[in-house]
């Protein structure tokens, strides 16, 4: 029996799908789907009401699949997607070790995924069911390639659909010169703080 794969299933997909309800319900003092999409927006992964719903989802529906042995390639693939966006647009720049905000945290929960969906699930799985104990390397590829495929998919999106720095800033200008008192408040307001 494979007890073990079971612990380490529901433990790793367990804390995604937690991840994921934080995102999309604001669960577990998350920022919910409001608080999601601006970070998408700090982040330049626009539209960020899109990336917002595809990351809560990855996480919740991805880390499930993960935990009840369902679907593991395609979890997984979910997962890594978001680790590796994670890592590029969060974690690269702060280093390696998780102390200090890098991306270790990051390429261990995308290794785990993939180890689970080459050796497979284990018999204590929905997979183990269809006959799916095990999928094999060429699955754990598939995971490890479309997950990084559809981060670098996300990210060039999200990279293409942001406007250039002069471009919103003259937006900004536009809207505090085209109406006088609105000007007016927002810089009572600024006064006021």
Same mark, same amino acid.
């Given at each position: *029996?494979?007890?073990?794969?079971? @612990? ?8 995604? !799908?937690?991840? #994921? ?17 601006? *970070?998408?927006?700090?982040?330049? *992964? ?7 719903? %595809?990351?809560?989802? &990855?996480?919740? @529906?991805?880390? $499930?699949?993960? =935990? ?12 890594? +997607?978001?680790?590796?966006?994670? !890592? ?19 390429? !261990?929960? $995308?290794? @785990?995924?993939? +180890?689970?969906?080459? /050796? ?17 390397? #060429?699955?754990?590829?598939? $995971? @490890?390639? %479309? #997950?990084?495929? #559809? &981060? ?20 900004? =200008? &536009? !809207? ?7 000007? =007016?408040?927002?810089?009572?307001? /600024? $006064?006021?703080?």
């Amino acid at each position: *029996m494979d007890f073990g794969k079971l @612990v380490v299933r529901l433990v790793v997909g367990g804390f995604f !799908v937690g991840h #994921g309800l934080q995102k999309l319900r604001g669960a577990f003092g998350g920022p919910g789907l409001e608080g999601t999409e601006q *970070m998408m927006t700090a982040l330049a *992964m626009h539209p960020a009401k899109v990336n917002a719903r %595809a990351a809560a989802l &990855s996480e919740t @529906v991805g880390g $499930a699949g993960i =935990a009840l042995g369902a679907g593991t390639p395609f979890a997984a693939a979910a997962l890594i +997607g978001t680790m590796a966006t994670a !890592v590029r647009k969060v974690h690269f720049k702060n280093g390696l070790w998780n102390s200090g905000g890098g991306w270790e945290y990051n390429a !261990v929960l $995308a290794a @785990v995924v993939a +180890g689970l969906t080459n /050796d497979g699930p284990g018999d204590l799985s929905l997979d183990a069911l269809i006959g799916r104990k095990r999928w094999g390397l #060429g699955w754990g590829l598939f $995971a @490890v390639a %479309a #997950g990084l495929a #559809g &981060s670098a998919a996300a990210i060039e999106v999200g990279r293409r659909l942001t406007p250039p720095a002069d471009e919103v800033a003259e937006e900004d =200008a &536009s !809207v505090s010169t085209d109406d006088p008192d609105e000007g =007016a408040t927002a810089g009572s307001a /600024d $006064a006021a703080i």
